[in-house]
Every structure is written in C-alpha cells, then in structure tokens.
C-alpha cells in the first residue's frame, strides 16, 4: 500500500458524489472514461487520501476489459469479464460515478441473476507483458476452450465432459429440450442413458445442463 505523503491525509471513506454511496479502500468502482461513449473504466480502491485543501484523490488498480489487453476479446471471454491488471493510479476521487462487485470466477457462475453492477475476474494481467496468471485453465468441449458463463452447456453423461450445443450438432432449444441425458459420439455406444437431471450453474457442478447467466 502506497505510503501517505506530506500534507497528505488518509481517509477512511468517500461519498460519490451526488449518491449516498460511501467507498472505502478494497470496494470496486466505475470511473468515468476519458471518452463519453465507452464503458466505464473499472478499478480496486487501494487508498484515499485528501490534501491540505481537500482535494480528495483514490489510488486504484484497473481492471482491464479484454478487448483492452493485448491479446483482445476471445470467445471464451464473457461480457462481464475483467482482469485484474498491475496498473496502479491515483485518479481524482470525483470520476468515480458508483460502485460494483468484481466476484471471484466461481462465485459468479452461482448467480441467478446478474446485474448491471456484476462482474467477475478469473485471471490477473501484466500490463506490460501481456502475460496471464494463471496461464492455464481448465477447457471443456470439442473446441477445447474454457468455459465462458454467458454460453449454454450439456454435459455427456459417459465422460462427463461438457459441450457447446453447436459443437455436438444441436441448437440450444434442443438442449433444452432433451428427453433423456446427452450422450456425446464418442460415448454413444455405451449403455449410459438416465433420467435427466436439474439444471446446473456451473460446468464443474453434478448437472447436465448450464443455462446462460441470466442479465437483469
């Protein structure tokens, strides 16, 4: 944590302004862009400070957006997906224009609903290099990419591994649909048909079906 400088003066909290929202050092929040069309930036408050005429500055880390890394947008990037990069900054307190909650990857897949003010994180960025931590994930599907929340899933009831319907011939109505648990090709010579189970919310999860996230 960066150190208070003299005639400095560490603060507790802020109040955006106009909202009676407080932040505090470890909350997200939206900062307003340079630009009026884009996005809202978004960072991690690491410190507030105030100087001797109460100028109020927060010391950040960004989130990047994918499409603001170097490797820009992949399929298997969701649209609230942000990487935590490490890109400190000291930004003037009033660009903030309100908060929200960057949940861990796993968390995120639990959410019945997802609000405007959700995002989740998974992998942490260096700005500079364009390197990943981690630089390896799990991947599902013939595709082999990772598993990307906004995208529907069935899961083979013989190996357990998980599809995107398109993968396996089928449209996502369909999935829906099934009558009986998917058997994918390479196991479709097995005797493994059941009864179909609930709808789950995460490929790692015992279900055999993972609905988009729900945006409200």
């Known amino acids: ?28 929040v939206l900062m307003r862009p340079s630009e009026g ?3 809202p930036y978004v960072a991690r408050v690491e410190k507030i400070e105030a100087d001797n005429h109460n100028n109020i500055k927060v010391h950040v880390r960004w989130y990047y957006r994918p499409e603001e890394s170097m490797g820009g947008r992949r399929q298997f990037h969701g649209s609230k997906e942000l990487f935590l990069s490490d890109h400190y900054d000291v930004q003037s307190a009033h660009t903030i224009e309100g908060k929200c909650i960057v949940h861990s990857f796993k968390n995120y897949t639990k959410l019945e609903n997802v609000g405007s003010e959700d995002y989740y994180c998974r992998f942490e960025y260096k700005a500079a290099t364009g390197a990943f931590v981690p630089d390896r994930v799990a991947v599902y599907c013939k595709c082999e990419m990772p598993y990307n929340p906004d995208d529907l899933m069935v899961q083979c009831e013989g ?3 998980w599809y995107h319907p398109a993968c396996v011939g089928m449209t996502s109505e369909q999935t829906k649909q099934l009558a009986a648990d ?4 390479d196991c479709s010579s097995e005797d493994v048909k059941k009864s179909l189970s609930t709808y789950a919310s995460f490929p790692l999860s015992n279900g055999k079906v993972v609905p988009k996230r729900q945006k409200r």
């Open 37 to 39: 069309d884009t996005a």
């Open 159 to 161: 190996c357990k591994d």
């Open 182 to 185: 998917f058997v994918c090709s």
């Open 1 to 28: 944590m960066a150190k208070t400088r003299p005639g400095k003066r560490d603060m507790g909290s802020y109040t955006i302004r106009g909202t009676n929202k407080v932040v505090r050092a470890g909350d997200c």
